[in-house]
Each structure stands twice: as C-alpha cells, then as structure tokens.
C-alpha cells in the first residue's frame, strides 16, 4: 500500500465517527501524491504525515452557564490547537449546535494548509461550542461566551494561539470573550481577532473573507480573459462571508441573484439588496423571510436551492458539503463558469470532481476563503506594533495577498503537471511550507 493510502486508512481506523475530519484528510493527501511519492523514503522515516494528521494538542472542556430563567445549561467547548511549525495556532471559534471534535478537527486541518498560503506566520488551529446563539438574549450570550473563555483562557494568548469568529461567533460574541480574558489574564493584548475597531480591530476584517473571495475570483478570470463585469452569480449563505461578497462581486460590476439561510432561500432577479440583508442578519437577526418585506419582486422558498438557479458563478458561503453531486451536475448543465468556495469546505468531494472534470474553474476554501485570516494576521500585526492602519492600507494588503495566493497555486498545480486544478495546487503549495519548517524544527 502507498504511504498516503496507509495513512488515510489509519486516519479514518483511529478516528471513528468523524466523517468530515476523514473528507478533508482524504481531499489534502489525495493531492499531495505527487510529492509524497518523490519524498516517500524521507517522509515514512520522520512520520511526516503521521504528524500533520495528528493534532499537536486537543482541548475538550466543559461550559456551565445561567439562561434568563435561572436554569444552568450546560455545553461542550473545544479547541484543537493542529499545527505551529509556521507561526502561534490560529483559526476561528465555530458556534453551532452541529459542532463536535470531528468538525473542529476537519476544520484545525484545513487552516493548517490555508493559514499557510497566506503567505503569513501563522499555525493552523480551530475551536467552537455546541452552543446555539441563535434565540438567545445578549445576557445569555455574554454568560456563555463569559464561562468559555474563563476555560479557554488557560490554553490561548496573543503568542500562542489566536482564535476569532467563524459561524455563530462575530463581533458581539468576540467583544465579551476579550472582555473575560482581560479580566481573568489582566493583560490587554491581541488574544482575539475580529475585534471592535475601538478596542484593538483591524479596519477590513468584518469585510475581508468575502472581499478576499471576489478578489481571487477576480484575478481567476483576469487570467483566463474573462470579466466579472455583467456576470451573475448564486451566492448560498447570509452571514459575513456571503454579506461582503455579494457587496465585492456587486461593486465590480456582477449581479448576485441569491443568497440563503439555513432554513430558506431567496431569488432576487434585480439583484441582492445588500443593505436590506445587512439590516435583517446583522442588526435585527431575523431569518430571510423578512427581505420579501423590502424587495417585493424577490421569492423566498423554504429548504435548499441556490444552485437551481441558472449563474455564471456559484459561490457556497454557508457551511460544509452543502453543494452535492446533484447541484454540481444543476449548475454544469446551467453553463456555470466557476464555483469557489467561501466556506469551509462546502463542495462534497465527488462534486469537486464532477466540476472540474466538466471543466467548470473551481477555486478550494483552503485558497478562496483565507483573505479572512489573513486579514486577521495584519490585525496581530497592528496590535505588535500598537498601530491602526486605514481601510485603504489594509484592503491593499488583502488584495495583494489573495493575488499572490493565486499565482502561487495556479504556479504549484503546473509545477506538477495538474495545469488549472486548483485544489492539487492549494493542498501542495499550503503543505510544502508547514513540511520545510516541521523538518527544520526536528521530531517535535
Ligand atoms: P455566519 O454565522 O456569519 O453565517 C453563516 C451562514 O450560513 C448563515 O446565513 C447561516 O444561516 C448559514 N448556515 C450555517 N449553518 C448552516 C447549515 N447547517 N445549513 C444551512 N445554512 C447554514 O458564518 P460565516 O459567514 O462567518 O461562515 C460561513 C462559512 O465560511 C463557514 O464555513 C466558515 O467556516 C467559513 N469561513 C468563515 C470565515 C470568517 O472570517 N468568518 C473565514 C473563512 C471561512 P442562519 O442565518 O440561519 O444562521
Ligand atoms: O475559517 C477561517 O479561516 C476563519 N473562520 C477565520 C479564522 C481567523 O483566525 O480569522
């Protein structure tokens, strides 16, 4: 058996019950043949992969707190701190009722590779709750957020491991779990990031994924002669991802027609009114339902369907494999041009194949999706130095960054004759860097 089918079996043996960590374990060593075969001598002898399929450090804790009725609730918190050979852990906090130590693990492996391709100082880690903030009060949110951190504290700092939002955790859950870790450590440093601009944040981190994923698409289609101007595109999602690239992809001139959440669907024919969806997601948190209220030409239908819809572009912006076989055989037949992955993994693996096999252009999360940490690699930046750099500056850095990330995976998948498979390119390029430093840095 090949090194890389051996370490899968052994990967998904050890590791039962945690089909997600197993899909993106597969999806990155599939890949990364090429150069495991050219390395396998070196490589079995220092348990390379082994080693990076192996969290350094898992957290697993538990969180007890007060609801408005005097009940104590009690949740699971998590955080696997998976790889530091390039920099302190980093990697968002996911809130949801779904969430378990697979998913954090599927989602600590993939930052590994992506907190790579930024091209920055920084490891690969994930952590979250089963909590569900949706329908609870802003006291009941600070008493959770508050019981978390009061663990997590103990295992996270500003030179260690940085933890930020991811779904179900955004500004106002960032602000009360620095507001704890402040209390407890009575140190003020750049533990979080996502932070409030009066407190330490960085202008463009509430923008920069969904920035950072039109930017990249953007550059895909300026090397491959094509536009974004007068393009269409089905966006799933309607939390910060898909909010600010609807806004990025409508500012550059193409027309968003959807967006969803968990519970339904909207088509807008004239195109997705940002300020409405702002006003219904992030200030009233209510569900679409609502946008008909504002756009009376717009249709709301309840379950899943973005990807019906006939689009140049499909952009999955929700969560993971929530774009099927099924939906990539919809969008083939509809003439989509590109799908790229807002979300963590979003795409089902015989999907991914499917597209690109039908030669739709198809960009990973991994890649897609890393101008949010990135990003919140320039906020720890700024808080090192004590500094706040303007919007411009930092839009700047982010452009940059997901235009070198482009080049740098296209470069990767030619260098080992996959030209314009994306995934192989993203998954080699993240894994030869974190391989080179673990290498550097001994058996640790
Ligand atoms: P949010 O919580 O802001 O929004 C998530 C959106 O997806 C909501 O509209 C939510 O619906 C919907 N959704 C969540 N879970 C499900 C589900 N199981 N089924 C259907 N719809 C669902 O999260 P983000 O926008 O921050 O994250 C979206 C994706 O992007 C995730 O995969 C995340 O890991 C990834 N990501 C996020 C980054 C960031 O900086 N925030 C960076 C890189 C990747 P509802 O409104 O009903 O809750
Ligand atoms: O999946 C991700 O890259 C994030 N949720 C952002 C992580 C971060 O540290 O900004």
């Known amino acids: 058996m090949s090194y890389v089918d051996e370490v899968i079996a052994r990967v998904v043996k050890e590791n039962p019950s945690e089909p997600e960590f197993h899909q993106a374990v597969k999806e990155v060593l599939e890949s990364l043949r090429p150069v495991v075969d050219a390395n396998e001598e070196a490589f079995r002898r220092d348990a390379l992969l082994e080693r990076i399929v192996n969290p350094e450090r898992q957290i697993k804790f538990r969180v007890p707190w007060v609801d408005d009725k005097g009940q104590v609730q009690v949740n699971t918190g998590y955080r696997v701190q998976f790889n530091s050979a390039i920099g302190p852990y980093k990697g968002g906090l996911r809130l949801h009722p779904s969430v378990n130590l697979g998913i954090i693990k599927f989602l600590g492996f993939e930052q590994i590779f992506k907190n ?12 979250g709750s089963d909590f569900d903030p949706k329908g ?25 491991d940085v933890p930020a939002g991811d779904i179900g955790t955004g500004a106002r859950e ?9 209390r407890i450590k009575g140190v003020f440093e750049g533990v979080l990031t996502g932070k409030g601009l009066s407190y330490g944040g960085s202008l463009v981190r509430t923008e920069a994924t969904g920035y950072g994923l039109i930017y990249i698409v953007e550059e895909l ?3 491959h002669g094509l536009s974004l101007k007068g393009k269409t595109a089905a966006v799933s999602g309607a939390g910060n991802v898909a909010i600010y690239a ?29 300020a409405a969806l702002k006003e219904i997601k992030e200030v009233k948190r209510q569900r679409l339902t609502e946008y008909k209220k504002y756009r009376p030409n717009s249709e ?21 494999n929530e774009l099927n076989i099924d939906d990539a055989k919809a969008l083939v037949k509809n003439g989509v041009i590109a799908v790229a992955e807002g979300a963590n993994m979003p795409t089902t693996l015989d999907a991914t194949e499917y597209l690109q096999k039908n030669g739709v252009l198809f960009l990973p999360g991994k890649a897609a999706n890393a101008g949010g940490v990135a990003t919140s690699a320039l906020e720890m930046s700024q808080n090192s130095e004590r500094l706040h750099w303007s919007f411009e500056e930092v839009d700047a850095k982010l452009k940059g960054i997901m235009v070198a990330l482009y080049h740098n995976i296209d470069d990767a998948a030619k260098k080992y004759g996959f030209d314009g498979n994306y995934v192989v390119g993203a998954n080699i390029a993240g894994f030869e860097k974190v391989v080179n430093a673990m290498t550097l840095q001994g058996i640790v």
């Open 116 to 127: 790579s391709l930024t091209g920055l100082p920084i490891g690969g880690g994930k952590g």
């Open 174 to 182: 960032i602000g009360y779990m620095f507001g704890q870790y402040k």
């Open 221 to 223: 289609f300026k090397c």
């Open 246 to 274: 609807i806004q990025k992809a409508q500012q550059l001139g193409a027309k968003v027609v959807t967006c969803s959440d968990s519970t339904g669907w909207v088509y807008d024919p004239d195109g997705i009114d940002v």
């Open 136 to 160: 609870k009060s802003d006291r009941e949110v600070m008493a959770f957020c508050q019981s978390f951190m009061t663990e997590l504290c103990k295992y996270i700092g500003a030179d260690t």
């Open 300 to 320: 709301y239908h309840e379950g899943r369907g973005v990807w019906t819809i006939k689009t140049d572009i499909a952009l999955p912006c929700a969560t993971q």
